[in-house]
Each structure stands twice: as structure tokens, then as C-alpha cells.
């Protein structure tokens, strides 16, 4: 079964930049993906990329946040940039799979005023 661990939250002020990465266990061949959730409410979509580099944003990130992945490392990022504090959140690495979708343990991004 894949493992996907994450790395990289932490705490910053308003402004600010964090980078995520998500490190899976074996090659990804489709899908991967980053999500949050926030006290009380749905986990949501934050960025997705396909194996060749197509990605989809949240209305809320584009122009700030950045998804990328190396598909040598099986390792998926996020830059994020100009963060806000409605940023803050638990962040969940996805990869697609022929199962179904896995996620990684998440980890938080706290962004102070």
C-alpha cells in the first residue's frame, strides 16, 4: 500500500512562504494532490498536477501557492506564497491510485496576523 508522508508546515506570519513536500513510497502514475481542512470545516481542494505537469488550483491560491512534482522522487510539492491567515489548516498530500485515493498523515500551516 502506498505511504505518503509530508514535511514542511510549520508557523509563519502573514506574508510569508512555507514549502510542502510529500514524499510517496513508490511511483505515482496519476494523480497527486494537496488538500486542507480547517476547524470545522470540509476538508477542500488546494492544488492538484497530473503525472506529466497539468494542474488545477482553488480559486483562493492561484497566484500564491505552486504545485510541482518530481516524479523521480515520487515526491509532490507545494510553494506557498503570500500566505494569509485563512491559510491556516491541516494540509493532506493525495495520490491517485488504481484503489482509489491515499492520503498522507497531513500537517499543519498555522499563518499569523
Known amino acids: 500500500q502506498v505511504q505518503l508522508v509530508e514535511s514542511g508546515g510549520g508557523l509563519v506570519q502573514a506574508g510569508g512562504s512555507l514549502r510542502l513536500s510529500c514524499a510517496a513510497s513508490?511511483?505515482?502514475?496519476?494523480?497527486m494532490g494537496w488538500y486542507r481542512q480547517a476547524p470545522g470545516n470540509q476538508r477542500e481542494l488546494v492544488a492538484t498536477i497530473t503525472r506529466i505537469g497539468l494542474t488545477n488550483y482553488a480559486d483562493s491560491v492561484k497566484g500564491r501557492f505552486t504545485i510541482s512534482r518530481d516524479n523521480a522522487k515520487n515526491t509532490v510539492y507545494l510553494q506557498m506564497n503570500s500566505l494569509k491567515p485563512e491559510d491556516t489548516a491541516v494540509y493532506y498530500c493525495s495520490a491517485d491510485v488504481p484503489t482509489g485515493r491515499r492520503w498522507g498523515q497531513g500537517t499543519q500551516v498555522t499563518v499569523s496576523s
Open positions: 513508490e511511483s505515482i502514475f496519476r494523480t
